[in-house]
């Protein structure tokens, strides 16, 4: 059967590439999300041409949504001529803006020595184009398959997921007894597979003073200055008590292999729109720092949290006049698959035909979508599965190698018949 197979997706390599083009030509910036509705119709006439069910949903009231930009996304469904489980591929459509830095256009779609260039070439319309060439492979080696197929383009990976896969999610869509196993092609190099992710707390801390004069600032109370104490804090005890949490997951990169902290942004005092002008002279009475904080499974939420509380309690406590307030933005928790589980196994049994070898198991340093399908779906036979090298995600030039796709649709493709056979 692998054989076929194979043979059914080296016959489909023109198609791959086309396809991947025509994905990456749809400008899905996210934010703030353009471009979402056109791509996932495209996606659903390509799927109901091979005789899927198609729907779409959007995500209402979703972070973002809104009729100029909805949260559109698109599920196809399959179904065999017996009953049978249900394997599931889901890949998100939404890509970051282009940046600057590139040679070619990022949304041409350039073909090139071996490569598709262009924004979400690699993270994930590569990987999405991969997906649905495997589907139709098997389908056309095995019309009488048992259970269904399904395949799903969805929104806002990029920002969270929640306009995407974690509104499906709690509808339904990833759930037994509707689904009972999700691959998900995510960019984590063809020979690996991808049980989860380490976790994730996002806060805002605000650090509160008074305006007074500029000329005058002992009138003032500097919120800029108190959060000055709060980074030197930071520095002196969080960041150093970091570097020594080691976990067992195997986390790529390496260094992602202990708890890291990320300051990603800081806000302080009036704004910057007084360009072209000049700014008034004012004691700022705010400032805002909004901190990435990612840890291990073998740490607890509550510690990670009382961690940075405890700093800013005790600065409350020595510090003159110092006040704080800390919001949640989003927390989520660390998963694991286990590599015995029907999908890493079946996955892993298609690495050894396609490649020879066994598979290295790799946790991704950051989130993707498979946190919404555990937490609100409550499935957890899923992993992370794609070509491309997770490294040039959000880059410039940003690429995904033609042999990469076709390699990963071989394995997908044995993959599927796998689980769908229950021989996995």
């Known amino acids: 059967m692998n054989e076929r197979l194979f043979r059914a997706v080296d016959e489909r390599v023109e198609d791959l590439v086309a396809l991947t083009v025509d994905l990456i ?64 591929f889901n890949s998100h459509i939404d890509v970051v803006e282009a940046g600057e830095g590139w040679t070619v256009d990022p949304f041409a779609g350039t073909v090139r020595e071996g490569k598709v260039f262009g924004r979400g070439a690699c993270d994930m319309k590569g990987g999405l184009a991969a997906s649905i060439i495997a589907a139709e492979a098997f389908l056309a080696v095995n019309p009488d398959f048992p259970g269904a197929i399904e395949i799903s383009g969805t929104a806002d990976e990029e920002s969270g997921g929640y306009g995407g896969v974690a509104y499906l999610a709690k509808q339904g869509f990833f759930s037994k007894p509707r689904v009972d196993h999700v691959i998900i092609p995510e960019p984590l ?31 003032g109370d500097s919120a800029i200055r108190h959060m000055g104490a709060v980074l030197s804090a930071f520095e002196e005890e969080l960041f150093p008590a970091l570097e020594t949490k080691q976990t067992r997951m195997p986390v790529v990169p390496e260094g992602a292999r202990r708890s890291t902290m990320n300051i990603n942004s800081i806000h302080g005092g009036q704004t910057e729109d007084f360009f072209p002008g000049l700014p008034s002279p004012n004691v700022a009475d705010s400032c805002r720092l909004v901190i990435d904080r990612r840890f291990l499974i073998e740490e607890d ?124």
């Not at 198609?54 to 179904?79: K, M, W």
């Open 301 to 424: 939420i509550g510690q990670v949290k009382g961690e940075v509380v405890a700093i800013l309690e005790r600065l409350k406590r020595e510090r003159p006049r110092f006040d704080y307030a800390i919001r949640d933005l989003m927390e989520v928790l660390p998963l694991m698959t286990e590599r015995d589980a029907p999908v890493p196994n079946a996955l892993a049994g298609a690495i050894r035909d396609v490649f020879g070898k066994e598979p290295e198991y790799v946790i991704s340093p950051g989130t993707y979508d498979q946190k919404h399908v555990a937490r609100f779906g409550h499935l957890h036979d899923c992993v992370a599965y794609g070509p491309g090298i997770l490294d040039l995600a959000h880059r410039p030039d940003e690429w995904v190698g033609i042999e990469d796709m076709v390699e990963s649709a071989k394995v997908m493709a044995a993959g599927l018949d796998a689980l769908l056979r229950g021989a996995a």
């Open 25 to 88: 030509r749809f400008p899905t910036i996210n934010p703030p999300g353009e471009a979402y509705t056109p791509c996932a119709e495209y996606i659903g006439r390509r799927l109901s041409a091979q005789g899927f069910e198609v729907c779409f949903i959007r995500g209402e009231g979703a972070p973002g949504d809104s009729d100029r930009y909805p949260r559109t996304n698109v599920v196809a469904r399959r179904e065999g001529r017996s009953p049978g489980p249900t394997v599931h």
């Open 189 to 219: 190099n063809k020979d690996r597979i991808c049980l989860g992710h380490r976790g994730v707390w996002w806060a805002e801390i605000e650090t509160a003073g008074s305006i007074a004069h500029g000329s005058m600032p002992f009138l």
